[in-house]
């Protein structure tokens, strides 16, 4: 059964670097577009940055330059590389996935919690 689990998150400080894993298994990169959500306290859960099957990548404007995400096809892993960390990343992130040809990010993870301190 295909199954998203995040890993990486943490405490940190300000201007540090985290970086979350997403074990996707059962999601062909040929097939899936994968992406990095995150929701802060009291916000709406919104798109960090998502990768689709040629490997372009895209990013919200407030991460740009700081963050990175790639993958991993042959071990099926998700990654968010996380520099120069700030106070208002503080959230937790959650890897999804959709079909190419949809919109619609389907398949979601539990998850992760990251913590920047000031």
């Known amino acids: 059964q295909a199954q998203l689990v995040e890993s990486g998150g943490g405490s940190v400080q300000a201007g540090g670097s985290l970086r979350l894993s997403c074990a996707a298994s059962?999601?062909?990169?040929?097939?899936?577009?994968m992406g990095w959500f995150r929701q802060a306290p009291g916000k709406e859960r919104a798109v960090v940055a998502g990768i689709d099957t040629t490997g372009a990548t895209t990013y919200a404007d407030s991460v740009k330059g700081r963050f990175t995400i790639s993958r991993d096809n042959g071990k099926g892993t998700l990654y968010l590389q996380m520099n120069s960390l700030k106070p208002e990343d503080t959230g937790t992130y959650y890897c999804a996935a959709r079909r190419w040809w949809s919109s619609e990010y389907t398949d979601w993870g539990r998850g992760t919690q990251v913590t920047v301190s000031s």
């Open positions: 059962g999601y062909s990169s040929g097939t899936f577009s």
